[in-house]
């Protein structure tokens, strides 16, 4: 089992709707990451947060540390939103610290 | 002003060969990375320097040894190339990652395909 669950696997939903992907780990953590990445391939951090919420623009990201989960919120969803989102969570290794990613939601908004 | 450079962004080479992946950074960071992503789209590190020391080594064959001159570079030289290894290889950095707000930049990946 992986130690990072994102759900759903893909989403596809209409322009306009409110988007929630969710993150679920299962380890401690020192702070988690949300990453898109576009068909082209590029990836981009959208967040980074330890607790609480963070927001930009349409994008809103909340994490619960008692949990172990994370959701990443898009309002007013665009075609543009399109793509593959990816939680990953930073976790101690040996003194150094790594990110340890989940699967990615694909997501598609139609138009 | 590209943050996080990398050459080539395809490569294509046959089994056995012996190739070279080039990262620049010009964010001023002290830690790099290199990331692969499988056909699956699934990420995981193989690498990770900080001030020009290695400091993560996940399972990764020996056949790949990463090379840091210098804190703006580290390059991926994978020798004796074979077909699982085709993948996207990604380069990422960040100031250090132990400090709070440290996120990671990433370059545009490379796709190697081993024929």
């Known amino acids: 089992k992986n130690e990072v669950e994102q759900s759903p696997q893909n989403l596809t939903a209409q322009e306009g709707e409110f988007i929630t992907i969710n993150c679920s780990y299962s380890?401690?953590?020192?702070?988690l990451h949300w990453l898109q990445q576009h068909p082209g391939g590029g990836i981009v951090s959208l967040f980074m947060l330890s607790s609480g919420k963070k927001k930009h623009g349409r994008l809103i990201a909340t994490i619960n540390i008692q949990e172990k989960h994370s959701s990443l919120h898009i309002t007013a969803s665009h075609p543009r939103d399109s793509a593959v989102y990816i939680c990953a969570v930073r976790v101690a290794n040996f003194g150094n610290e790594k990110l340890t990613f989940g699967t990615g939601t694909r997501l598609t908004i139609i138009p | 002003d590209t943050a996080v450079s990398q050459t080539p962004k395809y490569l294509v080479t046959q089994m056995g060969n012996d190739k070279s992946i080039k990262c620049e950074q010009n964010l001023g960071h002290d830690t790099m990375y290199w990331y692969k992503q499988d056909s699956k789209k699934f990420l995981k590190i193989m690498f990770s320097y900080n001030n020009k020391e290695l400091i993560i080594n996940e399972t990764v064959p020996n056949r790949f040894s990463p090379k840091s001159p210098d804190k703006a570079h580290l390059n991926l030289h994978i020798n004796s190339l074979e077909l699982g290894d085709s993948a996207v290889y990604f380069c990422a950095s960040s100031q250090d990652p132990a400090r709070v707000g440290a996120e990671q930049y990433f370059g545009p990946g490379t796709r190697l395909t081993v024929t």
């Open positions: 380890v401690g953590i020192s702070a």
